[in-house]
């Protein structure tokens, strides 16, 4: 159920295919930006800082001259480069400098509820070592430090069907840049608690409008594993050829949350087995959406595979 406050805005989001000549998301498209693993390319945009408490206030800001991309309902919501760029424009970058974040008062209980237990999963775990690309992005496997880093990032959570049936959470820049949204399948699907977490820290990076809120990339057609078998969401089974469901670096959405899973499943020193196995089953699925082999290749030696 749509919120009316975002009914016109999530409307004009993007899922899957651009409307435009090219998509915007494939590297050939992208030019240089999809070459850099950090993200960049091109000349920086020196935006005003903003805290977007106003703009929490205002709901969903309108952009124009961005055409919007088109939603397929599959399970994933996605925004262009293009409209990453737009928001950016519009709010600044993200600036928090108070702790804590706000849940919608339409948010269910128990979907709150289960949101602040994984959090406090989280700020349990132990660990102090890392790998170099969990330091540049993370730090060190610890639980504070976990908690501290998704604490800077979202400062408020609300209640989203982000454009499909099957999506589990997203983050909508025109809407806010800093906050996330929840879907009932946060606690619908059956999956364990660590893959919960591996979505949240997924749509927490993409707060980051210091780095165009790193915008998908589109998966290969066709697109198959090792074994020639069609690559597929482990959240639904959908196929994920075509779709904007993959990562050319190791610092996007996709490649950060597999670093930090690879790194709960080797250095966290207070976890079960059953959640280090979680956490590697989880990883290693998701170390299949980094299509750029450069980026795979340095992702695999900083996990020592």
């Keep these: 159920m749509l919120r009316a406050l975002h009914a016109a805005a999530i409307l004009s989001f993007a899922v899957v295919a651009l409307s435009v000549t090219a998509r915007a998301s494939d590297p050939q498209a992208l030019g240089d930006a999809a070459a850099v693993f950090d993200g960049g390319g091109g000349a920086p945009m020196r935006d005003a800082v903003a805290d977007f408490s106003s703009a929490r206030k205002m709901g969903a800001v309108p952009v124009a001259a961005v055409r919007r991309t088109k939603q ?3 399970d994933l919501f996605y925004f262009s480069p293009q409209e990453a760029a737009q928001a950016k424009k519009t709010f600044g970058i993200m600036s928090k400098t ?3 974040f706000t849940f919608d008062s339409d948010v269910p209980a128990d979907i709150k509820k289960q949101m602040l237990a994984d959090l406090d999963f989280m700020k349990t775990i132990q660990g102090g070592s890392a790998t170099a690309l969990h330091k540049k992005i993370f730090g060190a496997v ?10 800077s990032r979202v400062t408020a959570i609300g209640l989203d069907d982000c454009g499909s049936a099957n ?3 997203c983050v909508m820049p025109f809407s806010d840049p800093s906050k996330m949204w929840l879907t009932n399948n ?9 893959a919960r977490m591996m979505v949240v820290y997924h749509e927490a990076r993409h707060t980051e409008s210091q780095h165009g809120n790193w915008s998908h990339a589109t998966c290969p057609t066709p697109f198959r594993d090792d074994q020639g078998k069609d690559m597929k969401s482990i959240w639904t089974g959908a196929k994920l050829a075509g779709e904007p469901a993959c990562d ?3 610092l996007g959405s996709y490649g950060s949350s597999t670093i930090l899973l690879k790194n709960v499943q080797k250095y966290c020193s207070n976890c079960t087995d059953k959640v280090k196995m979680d956490a590697g089953l989880y990883a290693d699925d998701q170390l299949g959406r980094v299509i750029d082999k450069d980026a795979k290749r340095q992702m695999q030696q900083d996990f020592g595979q």
């Design 72 to 74: 397929s309902g599959a």
């Design 186 to 194: 946060f606690i619908k699907f059956s999956h364990p608690q660590v």
């Design 248 to 250: 050319v670096t190791p």
């Design 98 to 100: 108070a702790k804590g």
């Design 167 to 169: 999506a589990v959470a």
């Design 142 to 151: 610890d639980g504070s430090g976990y908690y501290g880093w998704f604490d």
